[in-house]
């Protein structure tokens, strides 16, 4: 029967697949690895639970093979910019804002899993992250004031400001969006302006 | 006999409860709440399991517990200065660097007790601080392009940006501590500085 013929099941291994690291995805992102429950992404992707041992080995390389996935997508969405820094912290103010599980599964990641083995797709994401300052600054583009991962970390920083407050601050005292927002890319402007 | 009296008694527990906490503060930095087991807590702290949850409740309680007497340490020791905040970012860096629990501790929190009360330590070192900068602002002593809020929440962020990075990032380019430290000095200076 054409169902049981191996492209089809290569095919449904795949969807399989995907829907693993969608569910892995929600299930990290909100209860971190040791939090995170297997039941509930194999009942989340329909699928039975030993196929997540049979696929992905263990729950910290189903998390990081679901991690590896997400940055990957993140980076193609953010379109890192050298010469344009204030709007590329402003996009990445807007994805953290619109999408909380990109700030989480990013801290999960550093706290639970640093004596990892270091996910290739993490390290090729810096270094492309770094030429491409690099490049700005040689062509006079971008300051040089301070070296390129002094200004990668200081712009993620600034960035991501809003989105690593205590629970208490959001809740209380943060200001509008649009006023959040502005500040971002003013701090980031003032801190790459020229002398 | 005198080892029976009440105020000895008292104090066995007061003493206990402390040894629990300092435990409790280790294990929770080191595994967050979900991931930290209070058996091992018991066991560092020298006591009986039941112990834990007669003093405290609940695991969620005892994190409580642990991260409002951190926060207090804290806050204590890092002395805010509205008026000198490039100083303050810099012993900030120098906390973050020497105790890397400080930051595992808020990343932990603000994950895993979003939804959680609220707590009073929190909250009140929160409202303290922004009181100073708000009357450094009045004062003349510090620009007020942006909110006590934005200010606060921008200089944090920048002071915590080395200790916040991903693993990969920290063990194959970061620059030395005193050229980190510079450049978070170097930063807060140029966010604040008068127009």
């Known amino acids: 029967m054409a169902s049981n013929s191996r492209p089809e099941r290569t095919r449904d291994a795949a969807r399989t697949k995907q829907r ?12 971190g690895i040791a939090g995170g429950r297997v039941e509930r992404i194999a009942a989340a992707a ?4 030993a196929l997540i041992y049979a696929y992905f080995d263990s729950k910290d390389a189903l998390f990081d093979a679901a991690f590896a996935a997400h940055v ?3 980076l193609d969405r953010v379109n890192f910019d050298g010469t344009d820094l ?8 807007d994805i953290f804002e ?5 700030i989480r599964l990013a801290s999960w ?14 390290i090729s994401a810096n270094q492309a992250r770094l030429e491409k300052l690099r490049q700005a600054q040689s062509e006079g583009k971008l300051t040089d004031r301070w070296d390129a991962t002094a200004i990668l ?3 993620q920083s600034i960035a991501s400001a809003w989105a690593t407050l205590n629970p208490e601050f ?13 500040a971002v890319i003013d701090a980031v402007s003032r801190l790459i302006a020229p002398d």
């Open 72 to 74: 990957q997508a993140h």
């Open 86 to 93: 204030p709007a590329y912290a402003g996009r990445l103010f």
């Open 170 to 182: 959001s809740a209380t005292t943060a200001p509008d969006r649009t006023t959040r927002r502005l």
């Open 153 to 155: 970390v200081l712009v």
């Open 109 to 122: 990641y550093r706290l639970e899993r640093s004596n990892g083995p270091g996910l290739p797709a993490v």
């Open 20 to 31: 693993l690291l969608d569910a892995a995805r929600d299930e990290f992102a909100e209860y």
């Open 98 to 102: 619109d999408d909380p599980a990109v």
């Open 46 to 49: 329909r699928c039975n639970k």
